[in-house]
């Protein structure tokens, strides 16, 4: 069970854009900036995407992009391949007691 | 090469305990905050515990409190969990990861507990 809600799945065909949604509230999401997104392929482990909402380490594609608006953040996919076939997480990261929560994941289909 | 590998995993039965390692290599892991984190199978990602540097900040998620306890050996480059008072809802695969600010960096490539009689 998260505090953190995404949609269980989105797709999108090669070539388009599409938007991952991680709604929170006022106390975690809208209050904190540091919300950062993971990639996973099954079998894998994940891979850090986004960082502090919207930075992108360094090698990861600037397909990938990050934002937040009041409690929600959401992480965009541009110009979708096939190998971005994925689960993505999102997480919160708070001053509180439980220090980080992951969103329930989103499973991506590119069809 | 920066990698981290764990390793401990297996089948233990319930109310057993169980120690997971990670070893790092290729960066300075006494720089880094560390995590463990665990998926159940088919299921999404749960942060479970944090540990500072020198050991004197530690930060567990409640599933775990008094149970799990997260360590590390800077001498030897490895995280711990030790896991105490297993239940069958902790299987999962535990992966240890890197905190870099405010995200898990690096990650490994995870190790499987069975929790089962």
């Known amino acids: 069970q998260s505090d953190l809600t995404q949609p269980a799945s989105v797709s999108g065909s090669p070539g388009q854009s599409i938007t991952i949604s991680c709604t929170g509230t006022?106390?975690?999401?809208?209050?904190?900036?540091?919300v950062s997104w993971y990639q996973q392929h099954p079998g894998k482990a994940p891979k850090l995407l986004i960082y502090?909402?919207?930075n992108r380490p360094s090698g990861v594609s600037n397909r990938f992009s990050g934002s937040k608006s009041g409690n929600t953040a959401s992480l965009t996919i541009s110009g979708l391949q096939a190998e971005d076939e994925a689960d993505y997480y999102c997480?919160?990261?708070?001053?509180?007691?439980?220090?980080?929560?992951f969103g329930g994941g989103t499973k991506l289909t590119v069809v | 090469e920066v990698q981290l590998v764990e390793s401990g995993g297996g089948l233990v039965q319930p109310g057993g305990s169980l120690r997971l390692s990670c070893a790092a290599s290729?960066?300075?892991?006494?720089?880094?905050?560390m995590s463990w984190v665990r998926q159940a199978p088919g299921k999404g990602l749960e942060w479970l515990a944090n540990?500072?540097?020198?050991?004197?900040?530690?930060y567990y998620v409640d599933s775990v409190k008094g149970r799990f306890t997260i360590s590390r050996d800077n001498a030897k480059n490895s995280l711990y969990l030790q896991m105490n008072s297993l239940r069958a809802e902790d299987t999962a695969v535990y992966y240890c990861?890197?905190?870099?600010?405010?995200?898990?960096?690096?990650w490994g490539q995870g190790t499987m507990v069975t929790v089962s009689s």
């Open positions: 990861a890197t905190v870099e600010g405010y995200s898990f960096d690096i």
């Open positions: 290729g960066l300075t892991f006494s720089r880094y905050w």
């Open positions: 540990i500072n540097q020198d050991e004197s900040e530690k």
């Open positions: 006022s106390s975690d999401v809208g209050g904190y900036k540091y």
């Open positions: 502090d909402v919207s």
């Open positions: 997480n919160l990261y708070t001053s509180s007691s439980t220090l980080a929560v």
